[in-house]
């Protein structure tokens, strides 16, 4: 009985110095100010961000559907991911984004405002915005910044690609569609529009063709947007007021875009635990690198 008190004594001093011994620094989740993400494997998420405060900018007349189909960010050889994202269309201006990820910062938002808080809502979607001037064709790109919720970076002036017709000709919804080709963004690109809707704008930047852009691939097929719908539409062209620093320009964009991927880390480790579930699980480091697919490469 005695040897059974001492040992029992002892176990206690074991558990309770072990309790009292802290935590190293990195792996403590409160020194984060952006809570613990969790990932699967090696990738970079979306954090939900509250859409209830935005600015009107049009109403869409027209909104097409396109499935996006791009390369995962978690493994080269896993299949590609298919993102539904929306081309609204008013008079002045246009709006193309992931109803996706729409859909999720409205959970986001909804949760936000009957509770206070959403809990850790992360997601994996395409996170661009495309807003567009039909007047003088000028295009405006917002990225979503992964692991920081409500940030934004704003690309302004952004090009369009130039154009090769051709007569070759297919039927797509219904629609006679025209074929045309560009080299746009380090990419070359296979495009089929139609003049039934006579507007110059298309998913994306694959604008300045006289008629709106039904399908586009990538000639290597590792991009491809198809689109699944168009219907009349009477609604409202959303910009949301998320947090955005200085402008960029376009190659500032691709060389920052190019760091997230390489030195994930060093850019969002310091903010925010990400702990991986997947395969590899555990804390990511240094070491951590997200495959790098681009959409654009120049």
């Given at each position: 009985m005695k040897f059974s008190l001492l040992f029992f004594n002892f176990v206690l001093c074991c558990v309770v110095c072990k309790a009292q011994k802290p935590i190293p620094s990195r792996l403590d989740p409160r020194n984060y100010p952006n809570g613990v993400a969790m990932i699967n494997d090696s990738e970079l998420v979306t954090f939900g961000s509250d859409i209830s405060a935005y600015d009107t900018l049009d109403t869409a007349r027209y909104m097409a559907t396109y499935d996006f189909t791009y390369p995962s960010n978690v493994r080269f050889s896993d299949p590609p991911l298919t993102d539904r994202m929306t081309l609204e269309i008013g008079n002045r201006k246009t709006a193309f984004y992931s109803l996706d990820l729409f859909k999720d910062d409205s959970l986001y938002t909804y949760r936000w405002r009957q509770s206070g808080r959403a809990g850790n809502f992360n997601s994996n979607h395409v996170r661009f915005f495309v807003y567009g001037d039909?007047?003088?064709?000028?295009?405006?790109?917002?990225?979503?910044?992964?692991?920081?919720?409500?940030?934004?970076?704003?690309?302004?002036?952004?090009?369009?690609?130039?154009?090769?017709?051709?007569?070759?000709?297919?039927?797509?919804?219904?629609?006679?569609?025209?074929?045309?080709?560009?080299?746009?963004?380090?990419?070359?690109?296979?495009?089929?529009?139609?003049?039934?809707?006579?507007?110059?704008?298309?998913?994306?930047?694959?604008?300045?063709?006289?008629?709106?852009?039904?399908?586009?691939?990538?000639?290597?097929?590792?991009?491809?947007?198809?689109?699944?719908?168009?219907?009349?539409?009477?609604?409202?062209?959303?910009?949301?007021?998320?947090?955005?620093?200085?402008?960029?320009?376009?190659?500032?964009?691709?060389?920052?875009?190019?760091?997230?991927?390489?030195?994930?880390?060093?850019?969002?480790?310091?903010?925010?635990?990400?702990?991986?579930?997947?395969?590899?699980?555990?804390?990511?480091?240094?070491?951590?690198?997200?495959?790098?697919?681009?959409?654009?490469?120049?």
């Open positions: 039909r007047q003088s064709q000028e295009l405006e790109v917002q990225q979503r910044m992964p692991m920081q919720s409500g940030r934004v970076v704003t690309i302004p002036g952004e090009a369009i690609p130039q154009w090769t017709i051709d007569t070759l000709a297919c039927e797509m919804l219904g629609y006679r569609c025209l074929r045309a080709t560009t080299h746009y963004g380090g990419r070359d690109w296979t495009v089929w529009f139609t003049l039934e809707i006579p507007f110059s704008v298309g998913p994306w930047k694959l604008w300045g063709l006289p008629g709106l852009v039904l399908r586009a691939e990538e000639v290597q097929g590792m991009f491809s947007f198809i689109c699944t719908s168009v219907v009349v539409a009477e609604r409202p062209i959303r910009r949301y007021r998320w947090r955005s620093g200085k402008p960029i320009d376009h190659d500032a964009w691709l060389k920052l875009e190019e760091r997230m991927h390489r030195s994930p880390y060093a850019m969002f480790g310091q903010d925010t635990q990400i702990v991986s579930i997947g395969n590899s699980p555990g804390f990511m480091d240094e070491n951590w690198e997200v495959p790098y697919c681009p959409l654009e490469l120049e």
